[in-house]
Structures are given as C-alpha cells and as structure tokens.
C-alpha cells in the first residue's frame, strides 16, 4: 500500500504539475517604446510604467527586489551605431521615479544587449568597444574589417546618476588565429585552443556580437551568449580585472580565458553537432529547478524543424570550478536535453525563462507572441504584445506584491526580568490597504504573541522571530531581533547591603536607576580617564544620547553612605 501511494505520489509530482500554470504577473517592454507593462494571467494589465518620450527601452527590462525596474535605455547622444546598442541603464521604482540613471557611452565605448542584476547589487553590462583597422590586423584578422569587440563590465551604483566600473573582462584579450605567425594571437591549432575565441571564424565588423547574460552566485561564474559565433560562453568572474586579462588565477585557475563553450563546435575547428542556429538569452537553471537543476538554456532562433526556433536546455559537465572536456573532442553534451519548438521562427530576438514547477515562459520576439508550455511542451498561455518583446519574465503574486518586514526592541540588552518592548512593521509599496497580521516566535522556544509589539521580561538571553502577513494577498515575510540578558551586574558596587539596578545597559541614550532610594541620590557620569561628564540629583533616569559611544561608569550615592559604582557601554 505504501508503495502505492508514493507511485501515486510521484505520478502526481512528474505529471499533475505540468499542465498548471506558474506566478501571475507576467513583466514585458517593447523595444523602441517608452512603456513597461505587467499584466497577469488573465492579460489584464496591472501596472503601467511610463517613461520619459526620449528614454525608450532599449532590450531588456527585468523587476528586481524592491519593487524596482532594471531596464537598458536607448541614449540619444550615442556616438556608436551598431545593433541594439543602448548606452544607458535606468532603475526606475514602484511609483514611476528614476532612482538611478547610469550613462556609459563615448567615441571608443558604449552598452549594448542585456544587462543582469548581481545579488551584491551591481549591474553586469555588456559594452561594445571600437577596433581600428591596424588593431584588427595585428591581432590577426584575415580582413581589416574588425570594428568592434566586446567586454563585460560590473558596475557598482554610487549616486543617482554615477556608478564605478569594479570589474572588467575584454574578449580582446582572449583571441587566437593560425594564420599569422609574426602577428598577435598565434596559436599552431585552433581546435587545441578552444579556451580561447579564433578571430577569424566570421570575419564581420562585429565579429561576437554578444546579446545575453547571466551570473551563477555559487560558482561565481559568468555566461554570455554570442550571435555570431551561435555559441554560449562561461568565464570565471572570481578573478581580479588582471587576471580577468591572462591566463592564470581566480578559483578556475584560467583567469579570464572561457571555461566552457557549447553550441557550434566548428567555431573552434572541432567536428561535432552545431546545435545552435544563432543564439540568445543563455542562463543557468537553478539548483532546486524539478527537472534540470543546474544546466544551461539558450534560446535558439532557428535551430528547430523547418527553421522554427526552439528552447535549449543542455547540461555542462561540471569539474568544480572547471568543465570536462576530452582533447581533440566537443564541449559535451552531444546534444540538448530537452527542446521546446515554437511553431514560428522568431528571426534574431527571442527568450525562454524556466519557471519554478518546470514551464518556460518563451518570447517569440518577430512573432509578436509570448507562450507559456510545461514540460511536455504543452502550451498553458498565449500572449500577442503589439510590438516586439525581448524576454519576458514571469513573477509571482508575492513578488510583486509581497511586504518587507522589520522588527527591533526597545533595548538590545536588559537585566534580567526587565521589561523590553519588541517593535514590528511591514511597508509594501504594491498595497494600497494592506492589512497585516502578526505571529511572534523565540529561539530557544518559548516566547509566543499575536500582538504587533509585545512586551517581554526574559529571562535569557534570546532571539525573537515575527512572521506578518498580509490577509488580502496571503503574502507574508519574517524578521527577528536578538535581546541579550544581562545576569550580572557590570563593574562593581561598594556600599554594604546596597544595590541599584541600571538598566538597558548596553544603551543608546537613556539610562533607568532603579532601587529603594533612588529619590535621594546623586548620579554622576566619568569616562574612562575619571573624567566628570554628568552629574544628576534626585532623578531616576539620565540622557547620554549625547555622548559619543564608548564606555562610561556611574557612580551613584544614596544617602551619606551608600555608594555603588557601574560600567555602562554606550552604543550608537
């Protein structure tokens, strides 16, 4: 009977899920247009942005925690034409405002294609950078018609309109050719050099032609598709913008030459299946994805039947930081995974995003369609956009919806059986009438409360968890705050039968003395150096939010003959 159950189980799991659809909001732009939408299953639109008339999107445009739009903008003072080239990058928040408007655009450089964003908060770019004839030819291009090459940079926002360039990869510095021996580049055998890019594979102005990009957090690790060259590629970003230049360093060991490469062996003079026909949009799946946790995508315009474009799921053969590779043989796999054929070829644009149940959501860009289908290639949803779409991406109620929870106390530290007051609160920016409930918790356990600010006297030291949810959307968050209890006192006490207690001790600014004669004492406050800073009467509460942090000793007298010395730690 139990087997039974678990074959029932897993029949549910490997097939119930596929024919349901994932999230509900689904994020697209169209190129050339100042308008971003987000509209749910049903296609109806929930939220509109509008951006200024001379900031049209330019190839992507994502949503990103926070409740903010991350899109590539189309400058109009660009000195550099080429395709899909951009020049700027905007974060634009919830309510229509540009938090941050990042120009990178001159004679010599200038983005293009898709930006991704980190988990530190930096924006990889994906940047053009002009060639000249002479530089084409020394490097050993076949052709003096070299004019462009790309890099990638990482970006850290500093202000509202600036950033700093933290990281740079050149692909100028990672080329090889076997024709010019007395030229730069040369290597005896191309297909013995795959970890590098020949220069002489298509010999255009733009010769890679780079279009999408991703980051793997854990291996620390960057994908890049390539037009041209139908290829997708792996470098090490754990490197420094040095290494990222050699052949040496960073966890792979390799610095900035590829790691890994799939699609179009001939393109490193290798026989084997050329998989892609011009590709797009290649990213990694997750480690948690239920059917092929961490393997690589790749949006493949004209790779299917009758030159329809597909969606590319392939698995790379990890080696740690590295990937397996037999010399004089292909980057394996031999061939994809799992392949979606869309019913249209989408000519030289197009998306396809894994859900979390398995779907992909696929943006047929010169289709003018967007479908979601499940594992089986099945298609759930249909959506015509009026104009070409990128890559859209597919969100849940509770990202785009969900709230930010918060919590503290009154004091970090009290004495034992003190009484401190626990603070909770909750902002979404997506909710015009929010109404939350709240659920508190410890560790060690013990502590329970529905209120949203509740009042404890611990007895140990402990850490308090608020879960609030949102009763109209089901979305909740959690936070916590850490109280410590201080046993003991801190410092000494003189003063036979007497004691005072001081309390929150560490503080930020007001210190409660508590004892029997507290309304007939004098308190005064030295620093380090025996130094008087304060001398208080008769009053059980004194103010130090103007001093400077550090630690500070309170010497209170009670009557003639009663004294009692205290160390208390201001903090800020």
């Known amino acids: 009977m139990k087997k039974y159950l678990l074959l029932v189980t897993l029949v549910f799991i490997c097939f119930g899920l596929k024919a349901q659809q994932w999230g509900l909001y689904t994020l697209y732009s169209v190129a050339g247009t100042n308008k971003a939408y987000l509209i749910d299953t049903n296609n109806t639109v929930y939220k509109t942005w509008t951006f200024a008339s001379n900031k049209k999107t330019n190839f992507s445009s994502y949503l990103i925690p926070g409740d903010t739009l991350l899109r590539t903008v189309t400058y109009t003072g660009n000195l550099i034409n080429s395709a899909f080239i951009s020049g700027e990058v905007q974060m634009v928040d919830w309510n229509n405002n540009v938090v941050w408007d990042f120009i990178y655009s001159t004679s010599s450089t200038v983005l293009h294609h898709d930006i991704h964003h980190m988990p530190n908060g930096n924006i990889l770019m994906i940047a053009l950078e002009v060639k000249t004839a002479s530089e084409g030819i020394q490097a050993g291009a076949t052709l003096s018609i070299i004019r462009h090459s790309d890099k990638i940079i990482e970006v850290h926002p500093t202000g509202p309109t600036t950033g700093t360039v933290v990281w740079e990869w050149k692909l100028w510095d990672h080329l090889c050719q076997d024709l010019y021996p007395a030229k ?143 010399q004089g043989q292909a980057y394996a796999p031999a061939s994809y995974a799992w392949r979606y054929t869309a019913t249209c070829q989408s000519q030289v644009e197009g998306s396809g995003y894994q859900l979390p149940n398995g779907n992909s959501l696929v943006s047929l860009t010169t289709c003018t369609t967007i479908v979601e289908v499940d594992h089986n290639g099945t298609v759930l949803w249909t959506f015509h956009p009026t104009g070409s779409v990128t890559n859209a991406m597919r969100y849940s109620e509770c990202y785009v919806r969900g709230l930010r929870t918060f919590a503290s106390a009154s004091s970090p530290a009290v004495w034992r059986g003190i009484q401190d007051t626990l603070y909770s609160h909750a902002t979404t920016i997506t909710e015009t009438n929010p109404s939350y409930t709240y659920s508190w918790t410890s560790v060690p356990p013990g502590f329970t409360s529905t209120l949203q600010n509740p009042v404890i006297s611990p007895a140990a030291t402990a850490t308090y968890i608020v879960n609030i949810t949102d009763a109209n959307t089901g979305c909740s968050d959690t936070a916590s705050v850490t109280v410590e209890v201080i046993v003991t006192g801190i410092g000494g006490q003189s003063g036979k039968g007497h004691e005072f207690v001081i309390y929150p001790n560490p503080t930020n600014g007001i210190v409660n003395i508590k004892g029997a004669d507290e309304k007939d004492m004098d308190v005064t406050v030295s620093n380090v150096y025996g130094e008087k800073m304060l001398t208080v009467s008769d009053s059980p509460a004194l103010d130090l939010s103007g001093f400077a942090k550090g630690i500070y000793f309170l010497t209170v007298r009670s009557g003639r003959t009663k004294i009692s010395t205290y160390k208390i730690i201001k903090i800020e």
């Open 184 to 326: 730069d580049n040369y290597v005896t055998s191309i297909s013995d050099n795959p970890q590098l890019i020949n220069i002489n594979y298509d010999n255009i102005g733009d010769f890679i032609h780079t279009n999408g990009i991703d980051y793997n957090a854990t291996l620390d690790q960057i994908a890049f598709s390539s037009y041209i060259y139908s290829e997708v590629f792996i470098i090490d970003h754990s490197t420094t913008t040095a290494e990222a230049a050699g052949h040496t360093g960073g966890n792979s060991g390799h610095g900035g030459d590829l790691l890994y490469r799939w699609g179009n062996p001939a393109a490193y003079e290798t026989s084997g299946t050329t998989d892609f026909n011009i590709v797009h949009n290649v990213h990694w799946l997750p480690a948690d994805d239920p059917y092929y946790p961490n393997y690589l995508v790749g949006f493949n315009n004209k790779g299917g039947a009758g030159n329809h474009s597909c969606v590319d799921i392939f698995y790379p053969p990890y080696d740690g930081y590295n990937y397996l590779k037999t």
